[in-house]
């Protein structure tokens, strides 16, 4: 997408909100208008990485503020806007942003059957956190498994513009969901800077994003399984002086999914293979092909109604045919160390209930490897010197 | 009384009651289970759902969660916030207690909620649950 279709794109979502806004208004109380949001405000230090700022000092920027609105155009039409306010220092790119607004049409909805269509720009619905990975509330972990969430990609994964649909049919085996997306994500340089590489100044285009996920939730079970497929191309053009090259990008991802509920605990899971393959970019003729795979284990107990306890265990590898990494020095004459092959995070969490809607959540993470910090072509070395490295945080939730 | 404490009214089964403009008298566990999760909005004849629900410290709650959703309250509550921050949905209407949500129940159209058995539901019809 080039820049002008970018602004013109983000020029008409614009519009495209302020006219929900403006319905709002003029509906105001109304019973087909519904608005709600969040504040979230928090302290964060990652020493010794790049993952939240590049000098290890204890910040600010885990901010996360939202406000949505859903308006019902009719029984079967509605619209829905998200205005978001993200500041996750290195993480992401910091700003307001129309997180998604897309029309949601239901063209059949009976009592075992339901289809919807999402038309515009929507989330990603397809993994266990995705579609509201920046509302801490609906998260179990302030920083989420980077395997699966690698933050330096939230902004192209977070959500496309598009269309998508799910369909929910109830069968005597049970509940089946099935969704599917396709779209493409407008991609900036300062988000480019943090997947590719600090120093990129051409222009990166998601040519496609093609998505789709089922889910399986068995009659008389706590148990819910899903598999959910990605497949994505992009493509990246040289500025006039680039010291990169231009250079085409595959981004595919297979992914298992499977959670267990009871009454004071869960655990949840999520598996992934992903295959990158690279031609171009770093030099004209490379053809890098490479299989990353990951996996979490989440879970939660429920200590009391206002406190939860999380433990997570977190593994990432970046190429499955050299999980050490001892090949990265080999190959990239010394400059990227073998720590970079993989990531493995091993976290802590508690949140407690100080009053209703809000919350208070305090989290550690024990870091061995250096595979999911940004950017993630052309990793930096510098700051993210160390094998080992930690993170803790704290956070304020307030939501209604 | 503290502000999350479980209220201890100790009540006997919960019934599912809709407004009497509503032409269904039975549904299944699951077909419930997809109203309460918000994702069926309409009734058979096209009329929008109006869903109504007590708060999660209610111990009715609990049960018809339990007993007719066959879903613990806080899986309901992950999908209500699901659906209430990805836009594609909104979460149901919470009424303070069982009189309030008899009285809404009665005078909304549409409207589907739950109260004790025994309870008047003069104004009302109770819906069968279905295995």
Same mark, same amino acid.
Not at chain 1, 124 to 134: K, L
């Given at each position: 997408m080039t820049l002008l279709s970018f602004k013109l794109s983000t020029f008409s979502l614009k519009r495209s909100l302020l006219m929900l806004l403006a319905l709002n208004i003029n509906s105001a109380f109304a019973e087909d208008w519904t608005w709600h949001g969040f504040v979230s405000q928090g302290l964060i230090q990652a020493k010794e990485s790049n993952f939240v700022n590049n000098d290890g000092d204890v910040s600010a920027r885990l901010t996360e503020i939202g406000v949505n609105s859903v308006y019902k155009i009719d029984n079967d039409l509605k619209l829905s806007g998200q205005l978001m306010y993200l500041n996750g220092g290195n993480r992401f790119v910091d700003g307001a942003r129309i997180d998604y607004l897309f029309l949601n049409w239901t063209p059949h909805n009976s009592l075992d059957w339901q289809f919807d269509l999402y038309l515009g720009r929507f989330k990603?619905?397809?993994?266990?956190?995705?579609? &509201?990975?920046?509302v801490a509330i609906t998260r179990p972990l302030i920083v989420l498994p980077q395997s699966v969430y690698f933050d330096s990609f939230r902004d192209i994964a977070v959500g496309s513009d598009g269309l998508a649909l799910r369909s929910t049919h109830n069968l005597s085996i049970g509940e089946l969901e099935f969704i599917w997306s396709w779209g493409a994500t407008p991609v900036s340089l300062d988000m480019s800077r943090r997947v590719t590489s600090t120093d990129v100044s051409g222009e990166t285009d998601q040519k496609f994003v093609h998505q789709a996920s089922a889910y399986w939730r068995p009659s008389d079970s706590q148990m819910q399984w899903g598999v959910s497929l990605l497949d994505s191309d992009f493509s990246y053009e040289k500025s006039a002086v680039d010291r990169y090259f231009n250079g085409d990008f595959t981004v595919q991802r297979v992914m298992l999914n499977w959670r267990y509920s009871a009454e004071n605990w869960e655990l949840t899971s999520e598996i992934m293979q992903e295959r990158v393959n690279v031609q171009g970019f770093i030099f004209p003729q490379l053809v890098r092909n490479q299989f990353a795979q990951g996996a979490f284990l989440l879970g939660r107990y429920d200590w009391s109604e206002l406190t939860s306890w999380y433990l997570s265990y977190d593994y990432f590898i970046a190429n499955k045919d050299n999980p050490s990494g001892s090949q990265l020095p080999v190959t990239s004459g010394g400059f990227i160390p073998s720590y970079f092959g993989y990531q493995r995070d091993a976290a802590i969490s508690v949140d407690h209930q100080l009053a209703e809607n809000f919350r208070l959540k305090l989290e550690y993470h024990w870091i061995e490897g250096t595979g999911r910090l940004g950017p993630n072509v052309v990793p930096d070395v510098v700051v993210n010197g160390q094998r080992i490295h930690n993170i803790w945080a704290v956070q304020l939730l307030y939501w209604f | 009384m503290p502000l999350f404490a479980r209220t201890q009214? &100790?009540?006997s089964a919960p019934v599912v009651i809709v407004n009497a403009s509503v032409k269904v008298q039975q549904l299944s566990h699951a077909q419930l289970r997809s109203i309460y999760m918000m994702r069926q909005v309409l009734w058979p004849d096209g009329s929008a759902i109006k869903v109504f629900v007590l708060p999660n410290r209610s111990e009715l709650h609990l049960q018809f969660s339990r007993q007719q959703l066959q879903l613990f309250p806080y899986q309901l509550d992950r999908v209500w916030q699901k659906l209430t921050y990805s836009g594609t949905g909104t979460p149901p209407t919470e009424v303070a207690d069982s009189a309030k949500m008899r009285e809404l129940v009665a005078s909304t159209p549409g409207a589907i909620g739950y109260i004790e058995t025994g309870n008047d539901i003069t104004e009302l019809q109770i819906v069968h649950i279905q295995p």
């Open positions: 990603n619905m397809h993994w266990a956190y995705s579609s &509201t990975r920046d | 009214e &100790t009540p």
